[in-house]
């Protein structure tokens, strides 16, 4: 079965930096679009990063610049390195894997906290 598992959160002070890692089980990894994404508490899940299976980017307006997402197809990997965070990026961080054919799946998320 499809396994996405999330590691790498904890707390940080603000401009401190964290590297997220996605391991990917159960399936063809390369072919897949890999994203992150991101939910603090009361609010809808966003957009951060995604990658595509040739390694295009693309990230939203708010970590342009402090986070770089890559990926590691012979290891079935996805990372997102996170420097000069702020207090606002704190979230629980998800990785997801689309395919055409295969459909969504979802990491259960890891915990990210910047605070003084």
């Known amino acids: 079965q499809v396994q996405l598992v999330e590691s790498g959160g904890g707390l940080v002070q603000p401009g401190g930096s964290l590297r997220l890692s996605c391991a990917a089980s159960?399936?063809?990894?390369?072919?897949?679009?890999m994203g992150w994404y991101r939910q603090a508490p009361g609010k809808q899940r966003e957009l951060v990063a995604t990658?595509?299976?040739?390694?295009?980017?693309n990230y939203a307006a708010s970590v342009k610049g402090r986070f770089t997402i890559s990926r590691d197809n012979a290891k079935n990997m996805v990372y997102l390195q996170m420097n000069s965070l702020k207090p606002e990026d704190t979230a629980v961080y998800y990785c997801?894997?689309?395919?055409?054919?295969?459909?969504?799946?979802w990491g259960q998320g890891t915990q990210v906290t910047v605070s003084a």
């Open positions: 997801k894997a689309r395919h055409s054919s295969a459909g969504d799946y």
């Open positions: 159960g399936m063809i990894f390369s072919p897949y679009f």
């Open positions: 990658i595509t299976s040739g390694g295009s980017t």
